[in-house]
């Protein structure tokens, strides 16, 4: 048995199910043992793009790692960007480098480069094997890495891979998350009860639904409001869940809707702050003189925190009734506007869709009307690195084969990882990719307009516009073998979504803003 099969089994047994690869030369004896050692799905991605986006979504939903599979430091490179919101939304993930064997490294040769310097700032954990007897022992470390959440970087060498290893090894039990220390509750109940006007700031784990309830009974006895963060990782909603606000986008925004908070409670989120630094536009978005409090930090049990808090103040064990209570946005009709495109997707929708969310400018409307949409997971663009969607949901298709995937999707992203489409075809996913065409990198253009620039020269429109010439979405789908249409009014919208949530398989709609 050789290092890589000794891998394959070592990881396998601990529970990794999945291998997202696009490999090459010295990742060869890896691709040979996933079928020396059955038990691994073995997923291609013609993009590297599209593994580490992929392993993220798969992690999201299944809640333990993925393997991503690289050639050597570029193709790592490729991936970096998904591996960047891989990090953020603190996603379980090994990503498995191949490098030249060790005895080659001296020849220079043309894909030789620093691996670990470029693994390093998206990685949790990094390292390189040095044998193929320690590939083994290796590879369980960066699963027991990966699962406390983040990337974990394992760099083999061709001659670690297919020299004789040790066999497997048994998994390392993974550690529960510490408990919040009950004098930090009882420190923020006491604020709390102070009747000042406050939030509960959700990220990470208190959004899924256990933690939304904990904190919805805290915040009923409390009185304050429950907020997510930006770009959560992933939230449980729909009807029947509790009432939930969500921090905008822009700091202005964000800004006016946090005025007037005295107290804010952090719980698995870290402090909100402005996207990107802007003059005369503080970086820090909590009002001045509000007290910020740590209720949990994302690698401790937030959800317990969440229900200890409530506890501590008392507060009925059953919670508040449901405050999702929004009704239902009315059927839009006419041509297509993002406010139309957020309530078509709302109505339509079916019980327990997986909506992944790179929808940039259009999907501004969507958020509030699906509060009372059939209970569905959504997931967002966590590192605001574009390009995440398409390959997001290639691995929550993978993780969740019985739930619709939803690929809400903005033109401009979209061409980032354009091949995950393929992936999707290959694999018979059941994903709905809806693509919102402005045509335009629409968030840019708004970028222009709050810097004073609304009658910008032809270079920079030329560097924000993606109409010359018009990407033919219907073409490009149909080229990777996803069936797909084209829409431009709110009418057509709901019959072709609800054909396409109807067939099995891949489907694509494009439309037209």
Known sequence: MNGA?????????????????????????????????????????????VCSGAADGYARMAGKPALALFHLGPGFANGIANLHNARRARSPVVSLVGDHATWHRGADAPLASDIESLARPVSR????????????????????????GGVATLILPSDCQGEPGSGPVPARAAGSAP?????RVEAVAAELRRGRPGALFLGGRALQERGQRAAARAAARAGCRVVAECFP????????MPRLERIPYFPERAMAFLEGLQLLVLAGAPEPVSFFGYPGVPSRLAPGGCRIDLLAEPEEDVEAALEDLADALDAPAAGPGPASSRPPPAAPQGRLTAEAVGAVLALCQPEGAIVVDESATTGLAYFYPAAGSPRHTLLTLTGGS???????????????PDRTVVSFQGDGGAMYTLQSLWTQAREQLHVVTL?????????????????????????????????????DWVLLARGMGVPAT????????RRELARALAEPGPHLVEMLL
Not at 179 to 183: E, F, L, V
Not at 233 to 240: D, I, K, P, S
Not at 445 to 451: D, K, P, S
């Open 386 to 400: 574009i390009g995440m969607g398409p390959a997001c949901a290639v691995g929550a298709a993978v993780a969740c």
């Open 5 to 49: 099969e000794s891998l394959v089994r070592t990881v396998h047994g601990a529970g990794v199910e999945v291998c997202f690869a696009n490999p090459g030369t010295t990742e060869l004896a890896l691709v040979a043992a996933l079928d020396a050692a059955p038990g691994i799905r073995a997923v291609l991605g013609l993009f590297e793009g």
């Open 179 to 183: 408990r919040a220390p009950a004098g």
């Open 125 to 148: 954990w990094v390292r390189t094997s040095t044998s193929a007897a320690g590939v083994a022992q290796d590879s369980a470390e960066a699963v027991a890495a990966s699962a406390a």
């Open 486 to 493: 084209r829409v431009d009014e709110a009418e057509g919208l």
């Open 233 to 240: 990782a992933r939230v449980e909603r729909g009807a029947g």
């Open 435 to 471: 693509i919102c065409a402005n045509r335009s990198y629409r968030v840019l253009q708004v970028e222009l307009e709050r810097a004073g620039l609304s009658q910008p020269g032809p270079k920079t429109r030329s560097l924000t516009d993606l109409s010359g010439p018009a990407i």
